[in-house]
């Protein structure tokens, strides 16, 4: 049986924001995800029985609460309803003394302590993975793009991995893990790759490929269904859209917007460049799989391959020559703002040089650096 990949209007948005419940005094994760959904619940009194609330959803753990968009016209318009959502789930957070914090990892949780929602999906994935599903203390941002045509899925899909490099070390911000210093600049990348449909996206010509694939997994039983299929970038059929899941957490929504903005760019003028009869030509995987890696180890410093010949250059020098190009097209889409903001991360630092930069200011204390995104994240949403 085929995958019939829904209408979605082009270059529409969606927007997924995960973000972990902090002690507002010592940056501690707290369980309160359940509190917080109860209260965001009670405010819709048409929901009954276990509907969700539609914009602010459950996730693995009990620390954690996603927060999410309607189908959105323009990167502003995206923004606007994650602030809007967030400004009211930190109206349920005061009187529990939480804050809403995002990076790849919390820096010094303990991960195999962090309690699970109980849920059937989530213990059978626990059940399943064990220790390494025990390990998932990440958090992350997931960029849908709408696509008109079927035809285009899989040549953007390819498309986007060849930028992934790029969205890893611009979001990179989970250099600490369980009290440690990785040397990495995003740990979480190399942690959510270990669960079985997670990490590199395979690279499919035709969607028939893509079709075959999802049914040798259900097959044999590596997944239920399609959705259990959580490649860095992935199609969507119930959607039409094109999902971009590589990016750590970030802490305020100016990044959020910066991340989106790219993606639209990139997503709209891969589908122009098929309009007009042009090609994708996607890196090999082994070069796919190096980039990450040295995105995830090196951050900003990443020198990466640029295509099949093996080409490389610094992953700054690239995005500021891609940011060049996408300006026009960005101009045109509403999102030019939201894109240049890319230049200020990219000279301010990004969230693992922020943590970096925290810790090393109050003597290696990896609570002042949860403090501190939790602060901009605070910030950022009271714009």
């Known amino acids: 049986m085929g995958l019939p990949f829904a209408e979605s209007e082009r270059s529409t948005l969606g927007i997924e924001w995960e973000l972990a419940l902090v002690d507002r005094q010592t940056g501690d994760l707290r369980s309160v995800a359940e509190r917080i959904l109860e209260a965001t619940r009670a405010e819709h009194p048409e929901l009954s029985g276990e509907d969700e609330h539609p914009y602010v959803k459950q996730e693995l753990l009990l620390n954690t609460v996603e927060l999410v968009t309607d189908v959105c016209h323009s990167v502003e318009e995206g923004v606007e309803q994650l602030r809007e959502t967030a400004r009211n789930v930190m ?17 010094f949780a303990p991960p195999t302590k962090q309690p699970v929602t109980d849920k059937e999906r989530y213990n059978e994935l626990i059940e399943r993975t064990q220790w390494w599903g025990r390990q998932m203390v990440i958090y992350g941002i997931h960029v849908h793009v709408g696509l008109e045509d079927v035809k285009y899925a899989m040549p953007v899909v390819n498309a986007l991995c060849n930028y992934n490099a790029h969205f890893q070390a611009l979001s990179a911000s989970s250099p600490y893990w369980s009290g440690e210093n990785t040397g990495y600049a995003s740990n979480r990348a190399l942690m959510f790759q270990q669960l079985p449909t997670a990490g590199q996206s395979y690279q499919f ?16 039983g590596v997944i239920r269904d399609v959705t259990e299929v959580r490649w860095d970038v992935r199609a969507v059929p119930r959607l ?3 999902e971009l899941r590589i990016c750590d957490g970030v802490a305020t929504l100016e990044e959020i917007g910066a991340i989106t903005a790219l993606s639209q760019c990139l997503v709209e003028d891969t589908v122009r460049h098929l309009e007009n009869g042009g090609s994708v030509t996607s890196m090999p ?5 190096e980039n990450k890696w040295r995105a995830a180890r ?3 410093d990443a020198i990466i391959i640029l295509n099949e010949q093996g080409d490389e250059e610094l992953v700054t020098e690239h995005l500021a020559k891609e940011l060049q190009r996408l300006e026009p097209l960005a101009q045109e889409l509403g999102c030019a703002k939201e894109l240049a903001h890319l230049e200020t991360m990219m000279d301010k630092g ?4 922020r943590q970096r930069r925290v810790a090393e200011t109050h003597d290696g204390d990896l609570r002042q650096v949860v403090l501190d ?3 901009r994240t605070r910030t950022s949403i009271n714009g």
């Open 285 to 289: 995987p082994w070069y796919v799989k």
């Open 205 to 220: 010509e035709e969607w028939s490929g893509y079709e075959k694939a999802v049914a040798d997994l259900e097959h044999t």
């Open 350 to 353: 990004t969230g693992y040089q």
């Open 298 to 300: 090196y951050g900003m």
């Open 240 to 242: 039409g859209t094109v």
């Open 91 to 107: 109206k349920h957070c005061e009187p529990l003394d939480v804050d809403l914090y995002c990076q790849g990892s919390h820096p």
């Open 373 to 375: 995104s939790a602060a």
